[in-house]
């Protein structure tokens, strides 16, 4: 049984920062890309970053140089290091394991439950 189970969540200050984690389990974690994806009220899903299986990390422009994807494979676990947090940030941050990408997008074989971020004074 495949799970993904995110943490790391909660309220924070503009100009603050939040590290959120997603723990695997049930695959092979080391030969899976990774990635984050975060949906806010009334958008669509986006993906805000991935990481190759062999450690390639790339972002999507509204996160680049405020955000940073990471993984550890001897804790099958995922991170997103979260710097510079803007209201705009606010949504549910999913996490997703994925065996193909094309360019920047995945395509993801599971996905995490979800975890609430929001940025506010």
């Known amino acids: 049984q495949v799970q993904l189970v995110e943490s790391g969540g909660g309220l924070v200050q503009p100009g603050g920062s939040l590290r959120l984690s997603c723990a695997a389990s049930?695959?092979?974690?080391?030969?899976?890309?990774m990635g984050w994806y975060r949906q806010a009220p009334g958008k669509q899903r986006e993906l805000v970053a991935r990481?190759?299986?062999?450690?390639?990390?790339n972002y999507a422009d509204s996160v680049k140089g405020r955000f940073t994807i990471s993984r550890e494979d001897a804790k099958n676990t995922v991170y997103l290091q979260m710097n510079s947090l803007k209201p705009e940030d606010t949504a549910v941050y999913y996490c997703?394991?994925?065996?193909?990408?094309?360019?920047?997008?995945?395509?993801?074989?599971?996905w995490g439950q979800g975890t609430q971020v929001t940025v506010s004074s």
């Open positions: 997703a394991a994925a065996r193909v990408y094309i360019q920047f997008e995945l395509r993801p074989d599971h």
């Open positions: 049930g695959i092979i974690f080391s030969i899976y890309h």
């Open positions: 990481i190759t299986s062999g450690g390639t990390a």
